[in-house]
């Protein structure tokens, strides 16, 4: 899409325009999950999940008007979580691949800080050098995310995974990124 249409998109709530909001819309998804051992039984080429986390908050963003929605503190401490699982000390360089939940244009960019991509409130600055792109060093969501695909709220997690297993099997077609090693799936909701 042109940036000048994106720019020029209707506002929803400004600054953010039709084009920064991800449309809820129906949709499902289904994985088969086996014990690391019996994974062979299954594929020759099977994806391992190291670790995973969950946080809970008490959403008060939605009721506080002091929140200022820069940083998710339950993403902060479920990453925190998952990288003491997974042995993971520097994310920003240990991590080759992540899919975000991109619902907003802005949430995307706080959630890279949140997670150790991007120093806080330098996030812009690698977005713009060009550190998450498909060819740069940490790609992030490089199928479009939920902007692109529609949002089926319960869906989106699965189909994050689903992005994560093709990239991480080499089976991802034209968006296929260089040898990823390591990768991230996040979803946020609330």
């Not at 014990?35 to 299954?42: L, Q, T």
């Not at 503190?73 to 000390?89: F, R």
């Not at 699965?158 to 090693?181: C, D, F, T, V």
């Amino acid at each position: 899409v042109p940036i000048e249409q994106i720019r020029s998109s209707p506002r929803v709530a400004d600054p953010l325009g039709i084009m920064d909001c991800s449309g809820v819309s129906d949709g499902s998804a289904a994985a088969i999950v086996v014990r690391a051992e019996d994974a062979h039984k299954y594929t020759d080429k099977p994806i391992f999940i190291k670790a995973l986390a969950f946080a809970a908050g008490p959403a008060e963003g939605f009721f506080n008007q002091d929140y200022d929605f820069t940083t998710f503190q339950e993403v902060v401490a479920s990453c925190k979580d998952a990288y003491k699982q997974a042995g993971i000390h520097n994310p920003r360089e240990e991590i080759s691949m992540a899919e975000v939940h991109d619902c907003f244009t802005a949430t995307e960019l706080v959630l890279m800080e949140d997670m150790g991509f991007s120093p806080r409130g330098q996030g812009w600055k690698d977005v713009l050098d060009g550190r998450f792109e498909g060819s740069g060093p940490q790609p992030v969501t490089p199928d479009g995310g939920v902007k692109s695909f529609g949002h089926p709220i319960g869906a989106s997690g699965l189909r994050m995974m689903y992005e994560m297993w093709l990239q991480l099997r080499g089976e991802a077609g034209a968006r296929q990124i260089e040898s990823p090693k390591l990768g991230l799936t996040h979803n946020l909701g609330g």
